[in-house]
């Protein structure tokens, strides 16, 4: 139970922030499991765009701080891994 109202907004912002990050992580792992069944069914075109977008996407995430830095890069290394690129 909040004693300020000040207390009172930065429960509201920690709602609104916390169901934001949650929908960017949420948007993160579709992408990066598109990536992986565009692979799996042998789709190269599909597999680069969506590789492409999946990791814009893990990058604007640090950047608006959802993820942290090394966070997003083992993201990243995982899924090249994964993939078996370089």
Same mark, same amino acid.
């Given at each position: 139970?909040?004693h300020?109202?000040?207390?009172?907004? #930065?429960?509201r912002q920690? +709602?609104?922030?916390?169901?934001?990050?949650?929908?960017?992580r949420?948007?993160? /792992?579709?992408r990066?499991?598109?990536?992986?069944e565009?692979?799996?069914?042998?789709?190269?075109?599909? #597999?680069?765009?969506? +590789?492409?977008?999946?990791?814009? #996407?893990i990058?604007?995430?640090?950047? /608006?701080?959802? +993820?942290?830095k090394n966070?997003?890069? #083992?993201h990243?290394?995982k899924l090249?891994r994964r993939?078996?690129?370089?």
């Amino acid at each position: 139970m909040a004693h300020t109202k000040s207390q009172e907004k #930065r429960n509201r912002q920690a +709602l609104v922030n916390a169901a934001r990050n949650k929908a960017i992580r949420s948007e993160i /792992k579709t992408r990066v499991r598109h990536v992986q069944e565009a692979a799996d069914q042998g789709d190269e075109a599909a #597999r680069d765009e969506g +590789l492409r977008v999946a990791q814009k #996407r893990i990058d604007q995430a640090v950047a /608006k701080g959802v +993820l942290k830095k090394n966070t997003a890069a #083992r993201h990243k290394s995982k899924l090249f891994r994964r993939l078996g690129n370089s």
